[in-house]
């Protein structure tokens, strides 16, 4: 009986508790609408002929009240409606549509006495959902039931409930016994070992500091050979990425083109890991990904791009924009962010322009707005959405926030520009460490990141041709213009390339435009030309008329200039192709020539430093290899590469800071590998964070593996070329 009450008693408080909160925000709400019809000469709240101030509060009282019924709801069937609307075009709508909930309140008013125009309506909306947001989060922070109810509507889940390993009680709650820790992965995209070390050093990261001192040990790992997200977050998600060259590659057997962010690219490297491992992957156990490229086996998804390919409720990806979106205070908080951020990102850009800033890239177009989604939208929704899975109680969480990788490919990897993002991410860091104090279970929290980025100016900028200007001249195929008029870029300083270096650029190109003829008949030409991607400062050469990969000998037969002409070239590092008489080989400056059979990190390969070799060997026996791999020179002095695309921070092949990520781990757990030994490749990562869920909870039994291959979607081909990384 006695507990009966005390129940009983706790409803009737709590539900006092929401009314009293619920009339507080009311009159706020009231108390500033009154305000900007003070303010706004076009906002008016009294009859033509004017009213009283009784009469004129009594109108605001009611349609503040109208504004935020539409806003409870209609607000969060508006934005399901509209799930279909690219994410970028929702965020630029919000204003719009709150402005019209208001213009719906203002006419449910008695007597005609509210209107406004549409412009003032927009500014009124805003003003009030962020008036409100804040009074009613300023109420819920003093009750900790309060609190924890509210970020569970944001991120629209349930109360926790009993999982694999353990009760989700509160720790001590009833006298049961603790719960188990549960473990939250957190990838900063892009963010090399190096660059986090020294914003801590810097005070941008207090949070991280504090982890440092306190309760985590700092790990740096090394990539593959591919030191981007698709192959990394593949390997770390589902523990393989074998058969992953590059971001982009082609693939003779299907003509495909893959492209990492792609969702049908993404959907079927997914299936593909699945296959060879015969694991859903590293979430398989009440898991949730979140802002990935891939579901890591997890059951709860937002954001997730290999399951936006597929239909279904619960399998769409803009889903997770809805839970967020749902509340008009998040959308306007983060719309205007948004815009924020776009003028942010022009004003840097004209700065650099002004400074004469070097090495720089275009920043125009739609660039301004993609970066505010990366660092405002995508970070704000991943955000909530771990929140959501923090206070669900659920054992294991990944979630991937790119911003800092998006701003360092045309701001560079170090300066002011990311300098200000890797703070803003701190900040989120330490919210969500604050949430996790009130989740029903304890939480070990780990950092890390997928790759680097090295700086360096592109390619193009340095050498005044791109990489298939440079291979279609040694193919003997038709060239811009501007290249046979031999118009070089300026001087590249930052890797120490002077006049030398820009002469033998020039005398590959001229050996290369005019290339010897065999007295046969000369080279045959291919008239389609060679497929050139580029991957960072990784490049990827396939000719698609020839079904198999081609060796030296047939590259040399039909294109005499070609092998010659890339291997000279001061831009580039050295060339990976394969060879009938030994197997394949790595070709460098000079006529270097080594057996991959035989490559040791020496020679050709020096400058990159240790565990190159075994890189580039074991990319050598992927399926899916180009014919001819070209990896940029690197300068080991200025930690400088030459990417293939526009960008001057850069990843995706070897040299400098973006192949090496770090691992940020509790303490509690083990340590990542034995001492004096590397953490090498993502799926050795992979197996590190499996062991490390172990720890937390015991041997795990996949609860159920990912759809079979029949049921998925049909994998189309995907035509075109993608954009940069991580415009997702």
């Known amino acids: 009986m006695g507990d009966g009450r005390w129940r009983t008693a706790g409803r009737w408080r709590t539900a006092g508790s929401a009314l009293v909160r619920v009339v507080v925000v009311w009159a706020v709400s009231t108390l500033t609408m009154l305000a900007l019809a003070g303010l706004l000469p076009d906002f008016q709240l009294q009859s033509a002929d004017g009213d009283s101030i009784t009469r004129t509060a009594l109108t605001a009282v009611w349609g503040a009240g109208a504004f935020g019924l539409?806003?409870?709801?209609?607000?969060?069937?508006?934005?399901?409606?509209?799930l279909l609307v690219p994410a970028l075009v929702l965020g630029l709508l919000v204003f719009f549509l709150n402005g019209s909930l208001l213009l719906i309140a203002l006419w449910l008013i008695p007597d005609g006495r509210g209107a406004a125009d549409p412009e003032t309506a927009v500014v009124v909306a805003a003003v009030m959902s962020a008036v409100a947001s804040a009074t009613s989060t300023a109420l819920a922070v003093r009750d900790d039931d309060a609190y924890r109810r509210r970020l569970y509507r944001l991120a629209d889940r349930r109360r926790p409930r009993a999982v694999n390993g353990g009760p989700r009680t509160p720790p001590g709650a009833g006298g049961g016994p603790e719960p188990v820790p549960g473990t939250l992965f957190l990838q900063l995209d892009g963010v090399g070992h190096l660059v986090l070390r020294d914003a801590v050093a810097d005070g941008l990261m207090p949070t991280v500091a504090d982890w440092l001192d306190s309760s985590h040990r700092l790990t740096p790992w090394r990539t593959d050979w591919s030191s981007q997200t698709g192959a990394s977050q593949l390997g770390i998600l589902h523990g393989s990425n074998e058969d992953v060259p590059a971001f982009r590659w082609y693939e003779k057997?299907?003509?495909?083109?893959?492209?990492?962010?792609?969702?049908?690219?993404?959907?079927?490297?997914?299936?593909?890991?699945?296959?060879?491992?015969?694991?859903?992957?590293?979430?398989?156990?009440?898991?949730?990904?979140?802002?990935?490229?891939?579901?890591?086996?997890?059951?709860?998804?937002?954001?997730?791009?290999?399951?936006?390919?597929?239909?279904?409720r619960r399998n769409r990806s803009r889903a997770g924009y809805f839970t967020y979106f749902s509340d008009p205070a998040n959308a306007v908080r983060t719309a205007g962010s948004f815009v924020a951020e776009a003028a942010r990102e022009v004003v840097q850009s004209i700065r650099a322009r002004l400074r004469k800033e070097t090495p720089r890239v275009s920043r125009g177009g739609t660039y301004p707005f993609i970066r505010a989604f990366a660092t405002v939208v995508e970070r704000d929704v991943v955000v909530a959405a771990v929140i959501g899975d923090l206070l669900a109680g659920r054992t294991a969480v990944y979630a991937d926030l790119v911003a800092y990788d998006e701003v360092a490919h045309h701001s560079g990897p170090h300066g002011h520009d990311t300098d200000r993002v890797l703070a803003r991410l701190d900040r989120s860091l330490a919210l969500i460490a604050k949430v996790a104090e009130h989740a029903p279970r304890p939480y070990r929290i780990v950092l890390l990141s997928d790759h680097g980025q090295s700086p360096g100016e592109t390619f193009e900028g340095a050498y005044g041709l791109t990489l298939r200007d440079l291979v279609r001249a040694g193919c003997g195929l038709p060239v811009p213009r501007r290249v046979r008029r031999n118009r070089w870029g300026h001087p590249q300083t930052e890797s120490g390339e002077g006049s030398e270096a820009r002469d033998a650029a020039r005398d590959a190109l001229r050996s290369a435009l005019h290339r010897p003829v065999d007295e046969d008949g000369g080279a045959v030409p291919d008239k389609a030309g060679p497929v050139v991607?580029?991957?960072?400062?990784?490049?990827?050469?396939?000719?698609?008329?020839?079904?198999?990969?081609?060796?030296?000998?047939e590259i040399e037969r039909r294109h005499p200039a070609l092998l010659h002409t890339l291997a000279n070239h001061p831009g580039i590092g050295f060339l990976l192709v394969a060879s009938?008489?030994?197997?394949?080989?790595?070709l460098g400056r000079d006529g270097a020539e080594v057996p991959v059979a035989e490559l040791a990190d020496d020679g050709p390969l020096a400058v990159f430093g240790r565990g190159a070799a075994d890189a580039v060997r074991r990319t050598d026996g992927f399926p899916h290899v180009a014919d001819i791999m070209v990896n940029s020179m690197y300068d080991p002095a200025t930690g400088t590469v030459h990417a293939f695309e526009e960008q001057i921070g850069s990843h995706g092949g070897l040299g400098g800071e973006q192949s090496h990520p770090f691992l940020l781990s509790p303490v509690e757990f083990s340590a990542p590998v034995a001492a004096g030994a590397e953490l090498v490749g993502a799926e050795q990562l992979h197996r590190v964070l499996r062991r490390w869920l172990r720890e937390c909870v015991g041997p795990q039994v996949p609860l159920e593996i990912s759809p079979p291959t029949r049921d998925a979607e049909a994998f189309l081909p995907v035509k075109g070329i993608a954009g940069p990384d991580k415009s997702s």
């Open 70 to 82: 539409l806003g409870a709801l209609v607000w969060p069937v508006i934005v399901r409606a509209l």
């Open 253 to 312: 057997d299907s003509g495909r083109l893959m492209v990492s962010n792609r969702p049908a690219s993404a959907v079927e490297l997914q299936r593909r890991a699945i296959e060879r491992t015969g694991d859903g992957g590293l979430l398989t156990v009440d898991g949730a990904s979140r802002g990935n490229l891939f579901s890591g086996g997890a059951d709860q998804l937002a954001l997730v791009l290999s399951m936006a390919a597929r239909r279904g």
């Open 580 to 586: 009938a008489e030994h197997g394949s080989v790595v």
């Open 533 to 553: 991607l580029a991957s960072g400062n990784l490049g990827l050469i396939s000719f698609p008329g020839v079904p198999h990969r081609m060796t030296r000998e």
